[in-house]
C-alpha cells in the first residue's frame, strides 16, 4: 500500500517534534492532571467514549473506585515517578457511575511526568491468558534460553533466539533485530518471520530511515506500538492553542501518535502493523528490535511491557556476547603476541625478531605492512606507506584530531595512497615531540552489502522534500563498498598499544645506547689524541739521547766518551725497540696473527722467568716484592715466553706506579681446574670510575700526572688480550687513590681445564662463565627459559628430546640442569639418573621441574637425586636464585 502524506511540510521535517504530537493513537485514553491538587487538566477526545459526564476539572482519584489502599499505592506511584523520571505500570478500576454503559472498569494503565503534569494513559485490560502467557514464556526465557546465551559462539546465533522469543510474544508476521552502526546505518543480524514474507536478514538501511530526533527519543521510551496505521488519533483537549498551556510532553507515552512520514514508511512496505524495541546499552542505542504485521495487531499493555523487560535483557546479553567475542579475539592475539615477546631478550631484540616472524607479526592485527620510526631507526614489514607520507599524516593529526588515530578510507583524505592500495592506517605516537611512531596499514577491500531502497533514491542533490519523503522503494539492490580496508577496533588499538610498550622500551634503550656510543666515541677520541701526544713523547724521549749521541761520536777520538755514548744509544734503542714491540704484539693479536705454544709449565717457573725481567725495575725504586708460592708446585697450561710477558708487564706496571721503598705482593693458589695468580701493591691505586677502562686500548690513567713514569699505556691491553688467548680472565680492584691495586689472572691448570674453557668468542668468557641447560619436550618453553637465563649473562642450552639429552650434556658440560618430569620415552627421573653416572656430572647440580608441586613429587625428585624441585612455569626470578 502506497500513498502521499498530504500537506505535510517536508521543508520543516527536521525539525518535526515528535514527542509533542497532541494527539494519541486511539485504541487507548489520556488523563492529565496537576501535581498538587490532583485536578484533571488534559484528557484525549476519545475519552468521551468511556465517561458520562466532563472529567476535566475533577480530581484524578474520585474517577476510581473507592478502594483507600489503592489510592494510597497511586500517591506513592506518583511520588516515585516524579523522583525518577521513569514510567510505572499501574492496575485501575473506574468508578461505575460515572462511566457510560458498555464502559469496561478494569484498566491497564502507566502513569509518568510530563514535566508539568502526572500522566496516566489507560488501555481496557487484557484477557487473563494473553496477560499470563507473557509472563510465562519470559519466565520460560530467563531460566532455559538465557543460560544458554554463554554458549552460543556468535552473535547471529544469540540474536536469532531474541527475535524468535519476540516472535512468539507477539505473533506478528516479521520480527528482525536490527544493529546500528557508527554512521547509524544499520544492519539486519537475525530475523523470524511468516514463510510467505520477504526475507530483511542481512540487508542494510540508511540512517536516514530513523532520523536522529526519533533515536533520541527512543533511547528513552524503550517500545513503540502503531496497531493500525489507518487508526484515527485522538487528540488532547483543551488544545494548547485554545487552553494556552505548554505542549504535553509525551516522550515516555505508549500511545503517543507517530509522525505521518513514519506511518507512511510503514504502509509502503505492505504492513499495517508495526512494534519496535530498542536495544540500549551504556545510554546509547544498540539497535532495535522492529516488528512487522499485515493486518492490524494489537499487542496488550502488559505484554508489551514484558517486552521492555525483555529488551533490557536483551541489550546488556548483546554487549556481553560482543564483549565475550572481541576478548576471544584479543586471547589469540595476545597469545600470538605473547610467544613473539617470549623471544626477545639482550641477544635478540625486537627489531630481529618482529623482522624473522614478520608473518606472524603482522598477522596479530590483521595488517599487510607495518612501520617502526625513530630518529636512529627504521623498521619496514610488509606493504607500506613511504615514510614521507606516514611522517606528513602524523603531522597533520599532531595538529588536529589527535591519537591513536585510525582510518578505513585513506583515499579521501590522501589520495596518494590509492597508488599503493593502502586504505587503511592505525598511527599510534612513541614520543610525539620526536615523531617517533609505529604505524600499522591494511589493503583496500571490496565488501558487497545489500541495500534496501532505490540505488539513487535520497540522492543529496535531490530537493529536500524528496529527500525526506518516506521510503516508496523497498526493492533490494547490492553495492560494492570501495576505496576502504578493514576497520581498525579497539581490540586493534589495544594490542598496538601493548607493542607499542615494547617499542618505547627498545626506542629508549636504542636512544640511550646511541648516547652511550656517542660518549665512549668521544672518550675513546680523546684517549687516541692522549696515547698519540704520549707516543709522540715517548719516541721523543730516547730519540734526543741518541741524536745528541750521534753527534757526539762524530767529533771525539776517546774511547772512554765514545764506550759511553755508545751504551747510551743502546739502552734507548732497546727502549724505542721495546715500544714498538708492544704496539706490533697488540696489532698482530688484534689481527689474529699470533702463535702461541702451548705446553705444560711450572707457574714457579713462569713467575721466576717474569721477575728475572723487571729486577732492574724493581731494584732501582727499592721495592720488596715477595712471591708467596704453594707448597707443591702447581702447572699451568700456556706458551712460557707470553705468560712471561702476561706477569713481567703486571709487575713491571706495579713498580712503575708504586713509590720508592714500596711493597708488592705475588700470590698463588688454586680454584678448581684453574691456577689463580694476583699481584698487589700499595701504590697510587685507581678511581673506581677508571676501572672499567685499565685493560683499553689508548688508556693511561691519569697519563699526564707526576705518577706517570713513561711508556705508552698499551702493557695492560696487551695482559688482557694474551690472557683472553689462553681461555683465562684477567681482573683488577682497587680501592681508589693512594690505596693500591690488585691485578688477578686465572689460568687453566692442564690441557683438560684449556679445553673445557675453550670459547670461540674470547669476550663471552667473561661474561658467560655459567652454563645451564633445559630439557623440555615443549621447544617454545625451552626458547622462552634460553631467553630469560642469557638475558642474565648465562650460557644456556635447550634440549627438547630427552634421547639426545646425554650427548649434549657431555659435550656442553653445564653447571645447573633443569630436567621436566613428564616427558615421553624418559621421564626426568629416569634421564637424571643416567646423567648423575657422568664423570662430567661432578659438582653439577639438578633441579626437577613439573605443573605439581604436591609432597608426593617433591620426595619422588629427592630419592631421585635432584637438588630440589620446582613448579612449572619457572620465573626468572627462581632461574636468577639458581645460577647465583
Not at 489507518?230 to 507515552?253: C, K, N, Q, W, Y
Not at 724493581?618 to 708467596?628: E, G, L, R, W
Request: proline share 4%.
Amino acid at each position: 500500500m502506497t500513498r502521499l502524506v498530504p500537506n505535510f511540510n517536508f521543508e520543516r521535517c527536521e525539525d518535526e517534534l515528535i514527542h509533542v504530537p497532541e494527539s494519541i493513537q486511539s485504541y487507548g485514553f489520556l488523563i492529565a492532571f496537576n501535581y498538587e491538587d490532583l485536578k484533571i487538566a488534559v484528557v484525549s477526545e476519545n475519552c468521551d467514549s468511556v465517561f458520562a459526564e466532563k472529567i476535566i476539572g475533577k480530581n484524578f482519584l474520585d474517577i476510581l473506585s473507592s478502594d483507600s489502599s489503592e489510592r494510597t499505592f497511586l500517591e506513592e506511584t506518583f511520588d516515585r515517578v516524579a523522583q525518577n523520571k521513569i514510567r510505572l505500570p499501574i492496575k485501575l478500576h473506574l468508578k461505575a457511575p460515572m462511566l457510560k454503559d458498555g464502559a469496561a472498569i478494569d484498566y491497564l494503565a502507566v502513569v509518568y511526568d510530563s514535566g508539568n503534569h502526572y500522566v496516566v494513559e489507560l488501555e481496557p485490560a487484557t484477557e487473563f491468558r494473553d496477560a499470563y502467557s507473557a509472563e510465562q514464556f519470559i519466565k520460560l526465557y530467563a531460566m532455559s534460553i538465557a543460560p544458554r546465551f554463554k554458549e552460543m559462539s556468535s552473535l547471529r546465533e544469540m540474536a536469532q533466539e531474541m527475535v524468535s522469543t519476540i516472535r512468539y510474544l507477539t505473533n506478528m508476521d516479521r520480527v528482525v533485530l536490527y544493529k546500528f552502526n557508527e554512521d547509524y546505518s544499520g544492519k539486519v543480524i537475525a530475523e523470524a518471520k511468516s514463510d510467505d514474507m520477504d526475507s530483511y536478514q542481512d540487508l542494510y538501511f540508511p540512517a536516514s530511515d530513523i532520523p536522529k530526533q526519533a533515536r533520541a527519543l527512543y533511547k528513552t521510551n524503550w517500545v513503540r506500538l502503531t496497531p493500525d496505521t489507518e487508526l484515527p488519533a485522538a487528540r488532547l483537549i483543551p488544545s494548547a492553542e485554545e487552553s494556552g498551556r505548554e505542549p504535553l510532553d509525551l516522550t515516555r507515552s505508549l500511545l503517543r501518535t507517530f509522525s505521518p512520514i513514519h506511518l507512511q514508511y510503514i504502509r509502503n512496505q505492505g504492513l499495517r502493523a508495526s512494534f519496535s524495541i530498542s536495544l540500549v546499552t551504556d545510554g546509547e542505542l544498540y539497535g532495535l528490535i522492529s516488528c512487522h504485521h499485515r493486518e492490524p495487531c494489537y499487542i496488550p499493555q502488559d505484554v508489551r511491557l514484558q517486552c521492555e523487560n525483555l529488551s533490557q535483557l536483551f541489550s546488556w546479553h548483546l554487549l556481553a556476547k560482543e564483549e565475550e567475542i572481541a576478548k576471544r579475539k584479543k586471547n589469540v592475539t595476545d597469545k600470538a603476541v605473547d610467544a613473539m615477546l617470549d623471544k626477545i631478550g639482550p641477544a635478540n631484540p625486537i627489531s630481529r625478531v618482529v623482522k624473522s616472524g614478520e608473518r606472524a607479526f603482522l598477522e596479530a592485527l590483521k595488517s599487510s605492512g607495518f612501520v617502526y620510526f625513530s630518529q636512529y631507526e627504521t623498521i619496514t614489514l610488509g606493504d607500506t606507506l613511504p615514510i614521507d607520507l606516514i611522517k606528513t599524516i602524523f603531522s597533520k593529526v599532531s595538529e588536529g584530531s589527535g591519537f591513536p588515530y585510525t582510518n578505513d578510507s585513506l583515499y579521501d583524505d590522501y589520495p596518494e595512497a590509492r597508488e599503493y592500495g593502502i586504505a587503511g592506517i592505525m598511527v599510534i605516537p612513541l614520543f610525539e615531540k620526536k615523531q617517533y611512531f609505529t604505524a600499522w596499514f591494511r589493503k583496500e577491500t571490496h565488501r558487497i552489502q545489500k541495500w534496501i531502497g532505490a540505488e539513487d533514491e535520497k540522492s543529496e542533490d535531490a530537493p529536500k522534500a524528496e529527500r525526506l519523503k518516506p521510503r516508496s522503494s523497498f526493492t533490494i539492490h547490492t553495492r560494492t563498498i570501495k576505496g576502504h580496508s578493514t576497520t581498525f577496533d579497539k581490540t586493534d588499538v589495544d594490542t598496538a598499544n601493548r607493542l607499542n610498550r615494547m617499542f618505547l622500551v627498545y626506542a629508549l634503550d636504542v636512544q640511550e645506547r646511541m648516547h652511550t656510543s656517542i660518549q665512549e666515541l668521544e672518550k675513546q677520541d680523546n684517549y687516541r689524541n692522549e696515547f698519540l701526544a704520549t707516543l709522540a713523547h715517548e719516541l721523543r724521549n730516547p730519540l734526543g739521547p741518541i741524536m745528541s749521541g750521534a753527534s757526539i761520536l762524530e767529533t771525539v777520538d776517546d774511547d772512554k766518551t765514545r764506550k759511553k755514548v755508545t751504551a747510551i744509544i743502546n739502552r734507548q734503542a732497546e727502549y724505542m725497540s721495546k715500544l714498538i714491540n708492544d704496539l706490533m704484539d697488540v696489532s698482530r693479536i688484534t689481527r689474529g696473527k699470533v702463535k702461541l705454544e702451548f705446553e705444560r709449565l711450572s707457574i714457579q717457573d713462569v713467575l721466576s722467568d717474569s721477575l728475572e725481567i723487571v729486577e732492574q725495575q724493581v731494584k732501582a725504586k727499592k721495592h720488596d716484592i715477595s712471591v708467596n708460592y704453594l707448597g707443591e708446585d702447581v702447572t699451568v697450561y700456556g706458551d712460557k715466553a707470553r705468560l712471561s710477558q702476561i706477569f713481567s708487564n703486571i709487575i713491571h706496571n706495579a713498580t712503575k706506579y708504586t713509590n720508592e721503598s714500596g711493597k708488592i705482593v705475588v700470590d698463588i693458589k688454586k680454584d678448581g681446574v684453574m691456577i689463580v695468580v694476583s699481584v698487589s701493591d700499595d701504590g697510587m691505586g685507581i678511581p673506581e670510575d677508571r676501572l672499567k677502562d685499565v685493560f683499553n686500548m689508548f688508556t693511561q690513567i691519569e697519563a699526564h700526572s707526576t705518577h706517570t713514569k713513561g711508556g705508552l699505556g698499551i702493557g695492560l691491553t696487551l695482559v688482557s688480550k694474551l690472557v683472553l688467548l689462553h681461555h683465562g680472565e684477567v681482573s683488577v680492584k682497587s680501592e681508589g687513590l693512594g690505596k693500591g691495586s690488585t691485578f688477578e689472572v686465572r689460568l687453566p691448570i692442564s690441557k683438560t681445564a684449556y679445553e673445557q674453557s675453550e670459547n670461540k668468542e674470547m669476550e663471552s668468557v667473561i661474561q658467560n662463565k655459567t652454563k645451564v641447560m633445559f630439557v623440555d619436550d615443549n621447544a617454545d618453553l625451552i626458547d622462552a627459559y634460553c631467553l630469560l637465563t642469557e638475558a642474565m649473562g648465562a650460557t644456556c642450552l635447550g634440549v627438547t628430546s630427552p634421547k639426545e639429552a646425554v650427548a649434549e650434556f657431555k659435550a656442553f658440560k653445564p653447571d645447573f640442569v633443569f630436567l621436566d618430569i613428564g616427558m615421553p620415552e624418559i621421564d626426568g627421573y629416569q634421564l637424571v639418573k643416567m646423567l648423575k653416572l657422568l664423570p662430567e656430572a661432578d659438582n653439577v647440580k639438578f633441579y626437577s621441574q613439573s605443573g605439581w608441586g604436591s609432597e608426593k613429587y617433591v620426595e619422588d625428585s629427592k630419592a631421585a637425586g635432584f637438588d630440589k624441585h620446582f613448579v612449572k612455569p619457572l620465573s626468572k626470578e627462581t632461574i636468577q636464585s639458581v645460577i647465583s
